[in-house]
Antibody
Framework: EVQLVESGGGLVQPGRSLKLSCVAS????????MNWIRQAPGKGLEWVAY????????YYAETVKGRFTISRDNAKNTLYLQMTSLRSEDTALYYC???????WGQGVMVTVSS | DVVLTQTPPTLSATIGQSVSISCRSS???????????LNWLLQRPGQPPQLLIY???RLESGVPNRFSGSGSGTDFTLKISGVEAEDLGVYYC?????????FGSGTKLEIK
């Protein structure tokens, strides 16, 4: 069974950093590109970043470019999202999802507030 | 960036009614490799999204065949042939042809 489990969320002050993780199981992680998507409370889905299976291709939304870094460790079956210079508008439920958006985690909440 | 415009924003349907949702792209979603990376997702209340349709018209495994997708280029449609109570939620189109990838704004389906 495919599973994606996010962690690392929480309450953080504006301007600070946070690193999210997404542990994958039930499939060969190293064969798949992965996405981060977020959803602000009561709002729609916003795509955040993508990383290809071998990390050769990385893309970001303009809203996070230069502040967020997506990475992966295929040996650990883990996807990461390093978030810096956090803003109140980054407050959202963050999901990891496989490249085709076919499998999603349950999400992890990030709240940016003083 | 590609903008996906979904209409209508809300939809109210009775059980058994057929409905359609439109997703229009600001540019063609035909990739140079010949594929069109346009998917449809359903997000039920309190749940992560679920993939319904990928590559415009391919039904994801386990998804009921009352769901169907069609379209090409910039115009795409999701049709539900005979709405059931479990279909309530918000439907999103998403494109991954052009980076940055983008989602439509969503269509909320309510059951009358």
């Amino acid at each position: 069974e495919v599973q994606l489990v996010e962690s690392g969320g929480g309450l953080v002050q504006p301007g600070r950093s946070l690193k999210l993780s997404c542990v994958a199981s039930g499939f060969t992680f190293s064969n798949y590109g992965m996405n981060w998507i977020r959803q602000a409370p009561g709002k729609g889905l916003e795509w955040v970043a993508y990383i290809s299976s071998g990390s050769s291709y990385i893309y970001y939304a303009e809203t996070v470019k230069g502040r967020f870094t997506i990475s992966r460790d295929n040996a650990k079956n883990t996807l990461y999202l390093q978030m810096t210079s956090l803003r109140s508008e980054d407050t959202a439920l963050y999901y990891c999802a496989r490249h085709r958006f076919d499998y999603w985690g349950q999400g992890v909440m990030v709240t940016v507030s003083s | 960036d590609v903008v996906l415009t979904q209409t209508p924003p809300t939809l109210s349907a009775t059980i058994g009614q057929s409905v359609s949702i439109s997703c229009r792209s600001s540019q063609s979603l035909l990739h140079s490799n010949g594929n069109t990376y346009l998917n449809w997702l359903l997000q039920r209340p309190g749940q992560p999204p679920q993939l319904l349709i990928y590559l415009v018209s391919r039904l994801e495994s386990g998804v009921p065949n009352r769901f169907s997708g069609s379209g090409s280029g910039t115009d795409f449609t999701l049709k539900i042939s005979g709405v059931e109570a479990e279909d309530l939620g918000v439907y999103y189109c998403v494109q991954s042809t052009h980076a940055p990838f983008t989602f439509g704004s969503g269509t909320k389906l309510e059951i009358k």
